[in-house]
């Protein structure tokens, strides 16, 4: 079921527990006019993030992950790009509807952003303290020297060494994951309720991936700040997140708890991303199972369901047809596939 009343089953959280609806999308549509035609890359999509948990949007590259959050901060590039449909419910308010100096004021005091690569993000001629301390002078009106004991103090709280010495440097300077902590520290400055991380880890090292996932989940727990987690990689999703939205050509295809989606995949995508990971609790076998063809040209997508040219149990009905998402299973767990009970009777045991 779609906006707010999915109600998610929480890790560590009593199911009697009263937790607020933080972001609603509903039936959001955001389109990129190009030559070769409109490419509609978030087709209709709704999902939502209660307080103080983690939401997963998953996925192959070009799905529609990273402009659903872009468009949630309306930041989508004019004029190729526009927001065409739907509502973006923060706290109540549609953030579409708000003026551009409304917006700036939303921005990073109360909905931050973790970008996907740092050095395209940060100003190079600016230093680290400056691009720091900007954001909370602005939203926080704190004045200079205020503001850099702030600064140094977030650098110190996402672990970063002699925070005061580093402060006067400048983004290159930095190693990659000083410069990923960096981004986190600035997304962390104003309190923001909602931290929108878009592939947080993806230009660095496994380890360094690791560090920066437990900071995230770390900082997340101890400020209460509900978190959009963006990722291809299922195996943060199986540690960090407490419910899943799996995106396919734009759209969600199946939704519902970390635990439930990884033991009970209900749509061949899911299933399909599931059986290409590697797995250390299964025999090793030769090779992985990958998903055969490419994704569809979102300017052209088919008649149907839009994956089925690359799906092993489309029928014909796939053909002509799109799906619905449906409730199947436990409670929030939708899928939108005609042969969900095919899929479930031929799945392999997944374990988050």
Known sequence: MD???????????LHCAVVATLLEVHSLQTQFSTSGGVVRAVDGVSWDVQEGETVALVGESGC??????L???RLVSAPAGRIVGGRILFKGRDLLTLSEEEMRRVRGREIAMIFQEPMTS???VLTVGRQLT????IHLGMDPGAARGRAAELLAMVGIPDPERRLPQYPHQFSGGMRQRMM???ALGCNPPLIL???PTTALDVTIQAQILELLKDLSRRLGAAMLLITHNLGVVARYADRVNVMYAGRIV???????LYANPRHPYTLGLLKSVPRLDVPRRQRLDPIEGQPPDLTRLPQGCAFGPRCAFRVERCGVEAPPLTPIGDAGHVTACWEAERVFRVREPQHA
């Open 3 to 13: 906006g707010p009343d999915a109600t998610p089953v929480r890790r560590g959280v």
């Open 197 to 199: 991380a878009d592939e």
């Open 122 to 124: 940060l100003n190079p």
């Open 71 to 73: 468009s949630v901060m």
């Open 184 to 186: 986190i520290a600035m």
């Open 64 to 69: 529609g992950k990273s402009v659903s959050a």
């Open 134 to 137: 900007e954001g909370l002078e």
């Open 254 to 260: 199946e939704r519902g708890t970390a635990r439930e």
